[in-house]
C-alpha cells in the first residue's frame, strides 16, 4: 500500500495522497484509483496504472498515442457540440508522461472521469442503446484522425488467422489434460477454421479499410454520466490504432449482449440476446451511419460471430498456454472464459438469420 502510495505523489506533486485503491478488473494490467486531497471534485481523483510490459512492449507509444488523439478528439467533440469526455494525462514529477520504478515497471496516470460510472453488464434497453451510441461517437469523433499519426501500440491485436496460428503452436507445444470440455473447444476451432480468416480477407481485398479505432469496446468501459444516465466517455485507450471498425463493433456486441458477464461460471447458459443487439447497434448507428460504407454493412453480421469466437480462442490458447496473457484467479480461469465466449458464438450461428434482419432493417429503414 506504502508503495503504491510513493508511486501515486510522482504524479501529485501539489496535494497529499489520501489513498490508493485496486480499481476495476482489467485482464492485463493493474488499476489504481488514487484520492488526493483537493477541493475540487474533478481532480480529487486519478487513476494510476502499471502497463504489463509483456503485453504492451512499447509503452510510451501508448503515451504518444494518447497525447495525439485525445487531443484530437476534444477539439472535434467542441466543434462538433458533442458532450464528451477524454481522459488526460497526467504528467509525472519530470515532465514525462510516465514513471519508471526502481523494479523497472512502468507506470502512468490519466484523469478520471469525474460523475459518471460502468456497467460489466447490460440490463436494460436503454442502457443498450447509450453503450452503442458510445461506440459510435469514439469512432466518428476520432475517423478523421489520419491512421499514420497512431503508432501500433500492439502488433497483430484483432488479426484472427495470427490467433489460430498462435493456438496451433500452443496446442502442438504443450501438454493439457483432455477432458470432455477440452475436446468441446478443440472441435469447436477446427469447424471454424476457415470462417476465422472472414475479416483480413475481406482487407486484403481492398473492400474493408484501416480506420483509428478503440480496440476494447466492451461494456465496463463506457462511462455512464450518473445524473443523466446518458455515454459520456468510452476509457481503457492502450489499444487505439489503426485497424478494422468492426472488431469494434464486434467486440461491443460479444461483451453487451452476452447478459450473464463473460465471467459466469455458467457457461452452458450463455446466450446471445438478440433485443439488447438491435438496442447497441441503433445507437451505434446513429453515429456511425456518417461514416459506414455498404461493405462496412455487409459485414456487420460476420465481425459479431468472429470476435466473440475469437476472444475464445485466444482464451483457450492462453489456457493451453499455462496461463501467461491473461490474468487468472485459477488455473481454470481461463478455459472457463472460453467456454463462455464459444457458447455465445454458437448462440449468435443460432440466431444468424434474425441478426441479418436487424441489420437489414437499419441498413434500409422502411419509410
Ligand atoms: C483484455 O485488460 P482488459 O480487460 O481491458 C484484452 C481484450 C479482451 C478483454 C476481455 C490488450 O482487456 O482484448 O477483450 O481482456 N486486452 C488485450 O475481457 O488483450
Ligand atoms: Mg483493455
Redesign the pocket.
Known amino acids: 500500500m506504502h508503495h503504491y502510495s510513493i508511486i501515486a505523489e510522482q504524479f501529485a506533486p501539489y496535494t497529499q495522497v489520501i489513498n490508493v485503491n485496486e480499481f476495476g478488473?482489467?485482464?492485463?494490467?493493474d488499476t489504481y484509483l488514487v484520492t488526493v486531497d483537493t477541493a475540487l471534485p474533478a481532480e480529487k481523483q486519478f487513476v494510476l496504472q502499471r502497463i504489463n510490459t509483456q503485453?504492451?512492449k512499447h509503452p510510451k507509444l501508448i503515451m504518444q498515442n494518447m497525447r495525439a488523439f485525445t487531443e484530437h478528439m476534444r477539439r472535434r467533440a467542441r466543434e462538433e457540440g458533442h458532450q464528451w469526455e477524454m481522459p488526460r494525462v497526467i504528467p509525472a514529477l519530470d515532465g514525462q508522461d510516465f514513471f519508471i520504478d526502481s523494479d523497472g515497471c512502468f507506470w502512468r496516470a490519466i484523469s478520471y472521469v469525474h460523475g459518471a460510472r460502468s456497467f460489466n453488464t447490460i440490463k436494460d434497453i436503454g442502457l443498450a442503446r447509450e453503450v452503442g451510441y458510445a461506440l459510435g461517437t469514439f469512432q466518428y469523433l476520432i475517423n478523421d484522425l489520419p491512421i499514420h499519426q497512431l503508432a501500433d501500440t500492439?502488433e497483430g491485436?484483432?488479426i484472427m488467422p495470427r490467433y489460430l496460428q498462435n493456438f496451433d503452436n500452443a496446442f502442438s507445444k504443450n501438454g493439457f489434460k483432455k477432458n470432455a470440455e477440452v475436446s468441446y473447444c478443440l472441435n469447436f476451432v477446427d469447424r471454424r477454421r476457415e470462417f476465422a480468416h472472414i475479416l483480413e480477407n475481406a482487407r486484403k481485398q481492398g473492400k474493408l479499410q484501416l480506420r483509428p479505432v478503440h480496440?476494447?469496446p466492451?461494456v465496463n468501459?463506457v462511462m455512464i454520466e450518473e445524473a443523466t444516465g446518458r455515454a459520456i466517455s468510452l476509457v481503457?485507450l492502450?489499444?487505439v490504432k489503426p485497424g478494422l471498425i468492426h472488431y469494434d463493433i464486434g467486440?461491443c456486441m460479444r461483451?453487451g449482449c452476452n447478459t450473464l458477464g463473460?465471467e459466469t461460471e455458467q457457461w452452458e447458459a450463455v446466450q446471445f440476446d438478440p433485443e439488447i443487439g438491435a438496442a447497441i447497434l441503433e445507437g451505434y448507428l446513429t453515429q456511425a451511419r456518417n461514416f459506414l460504407t455498404a461493405a462496412d454493412y455487409a459485414y456487420l453480421f460476420d465481425s459479431i460471430r468472429l470476435l466473440a469466437f475469437e476472444?475464445g480462442v485466444?482464451f483457450f490458447t492462453d489456457y493451453l498456454a499455462g496461463n501467461v496473457?491473461?490474468k487468472v484467479k485459477h488455473p481454470d480461469h481461463n478455459l472457463q472464459r472460453a467456454l463462455v465466449q464459444f457458447k455465445l458464438t454458437e448462440s449468435i450461428e443460432t440466431y444468424e438469420p434474425d441478426i441479418r434482419h436487424i441489420i437489414q432493417g437499419m441498413v434500409s429503414p422502411a419509410v
Do not use: P
Open positions: 478488473n482489467g485482464n492485463i494490467n503485453v504492451f500492439l491485436f484483432h480496440g476494447d466492451k468501459n481503457d492502450d489499444t467486440d461483451s463473460e476472444l485466444r496473457y491473461f
